[in-house]
């Protein structure tokens, strides 16, 4: 039978580990935390402040003064819920030492100016990036309109064609 001093301290030890990796899961999470908060729901909020604006433009000022509100509220619950899921994922997969650089590079100046053209609504990079996509779409889309008239129907969910805009007609000569 054990006695009662060596069972407290091998007590003690095991709390002692394993507050010990309590405190590391802390600070990766907290590391984590920071990352996803820096870059994804930044991003993200800039996305949605855009878009929120855009959606209420339309409507009188008394209206979207209502809908402001629960909008904001409703987006911050959902923000908040993917940072923690993405912290809690990237705190797992991602040691001490790794989180660290990796908030290094977050928080260089030179990636933060990147980051900031990227985002930058009015920016030629965003303007390059839509039209490119633009028709990344379009092809696909006449990919899928090519397949009907072989008894094959598009996806679902697939956007119609663009079409392209006529050019502009010569000056008339005096």
Known sequence: ???????????????????????????????????????????LTQAFKQAEEKTLASLSAEQAGKMRPELDKTF????????????KEYAQKFDAAELKRLAGIYDDPVYQKFQALNADPTSMVTT???????????????????QQGNG?????????????????PAPAKP
């Open 152 to 168: 094959q129907t598009p996806p679902q969910g697939v956007p119609a064609p663009t079409p392209a805009p006529a050019p502009a």
């Open 1 to 43: 039978m054990m006695r009662p001093l060596p069972r407290l301290v091998a007590g003690l030890a095991l709390g002692l580990v394993l507050a010990g990796a309590a405190r590391a899961d802390d600070e990766r999470l907290t590391l984590a935390r920071d990352i996803v908060t820096k870059t994804v729901a930044r991003n």
């Open 76 to 87: 911050a619950q959902e923000r908040d819920t993917l940072v923690d899921g993405l912290s």
């Open 128 to 146: 390059i990036t839509k039209d490119a996509v633009t028709r990344m779409m379009n092809l696909l889309s006449l990919a899928a309109m090519s």
